[in-house]
């Protein structure tokens, strides 16, 4: 193999981990300068140890980049709605909370990994993936900003009323997600994410902003603990937990609900990992 690591791609392969000793040509997030290694966001040590001391960090995806690529694409496939128009990604932004939250969030996948032991397992469903870690999956979650974070600036705000801010730097809260404030919640007093981004659209609207002519809006891709989820057709209202035995609730599409929703009720088993930001096609104008 010209210009490699291995004599051929057998030798390659049967070496652990070997992804992880190739370059890709995409640069590092934190110094800009060096490339990284393949299914990493920095190009060594210092720079992804400088990350972990100090966040919560959020650096901007290229657009170039196979990442861009890859949540672009989750975005846009997942864009269901027929009576929405298909928006148009502005940026995307890579989320590194503080190493407590991704601590936290670790600790738990691990733990519902033992008590489930769903790695490598397929879906019930039947589609031909398998499960990984704890059922680890990426699913969206839309919610109001107050700031102008990803359309004016890059810095993450102060104000305690910027549920997009506050998400970044201190985690999702169960004090936030009680059906008292939010009519709409099928099930109980839980943090609700939807793998159709259309659908998260709908919670964003509070979100919305006017700059230069163009109206954008933003949206959370996280990654969530689905562990044993149980399925419901049917809300249920007063639910503060999943049943017993389960690890989280998952509204199918129904008379109910047209479109997906999963539910967790522990704050460590969601952690925020892209922000969206996408801009609103701009309506025709009416004829007088």
């Known amino acids: 193999m010209l210009n490699s690591l291995w004599c051929s791609k057998q030798c390659r392969d049967i070496t652990q981990n070997w992804k992880s000793m190739v370059k890709t040509n995409e640069l590092c997030l934190k110094c800009t300068q060096e490339t990284t290694y393949f299914g990493k966001y920095f190009c060594g040590e210092d720079c992804e140890e400088w990350v972990n001391e100090n966040g919560p960090c959020i650096f901007k995806l290229s657009k170039q980049g196979n990442k861009f690529k890859d949540i672009s694409n989750q975005f846009m496939s997942s864009w269901k709605h027929e009576n929405k128009a298909m928006p148009e990604i502005h940026t995307i932004y890579k989320i590194f909370p503080e190493k407590q939250i991704i601590s936290r969030y670790n600790n738990y996948r691990d733990y519902i990994e033992s008590l489930r032991r769903l790695d490598g397992r397929p879906f019930p469903k039947g589609d031909g993936r398998v499960m990984t870690k704890g059922n680890e999956q990426r699913r969206f979650h839309g919610t109001r900003m107050k700031c102008l974070l990803g359309i004016q600036t890059d810095t993450l705000c102060p104000d305690m009323n910027c549920a997009v801010c506050r998400i970044i730097t201190e985690g ?83 008379a109910l609900l047209y479109y997906d929703e999963l539910v967790v009720y522990d704050e460590s088993a969601c952690i925020p990992q892209y922000l969206v930001v996408y801009e609103l096609p701009k309506l025709p104008n009416r004829r007088q």
């Open 172 to 254: 999702y809260k169960l004090i936030y997600a009680k059906t008292s404030r939010f009519k709409y919640q099928k099930f109980g007093d839980g943090i609700y994410f939807s793998s159709t981004s259309s659908k998260s659209d709908d919670f964003n609207k509070k979100s919305m902003k006017y700059y230069n002519g163009v109206n954008y809006k933003v949206m959370f891709l996280n990654k969530v603990v689905v562990g044993r989820a149980f399925e419901l057709t049917q809300e249920k209202r007063t639910l503060t937990g999943p049943p017993i035995n389960y690890d989280s609730v998952v509204g199918e599409p129904s």
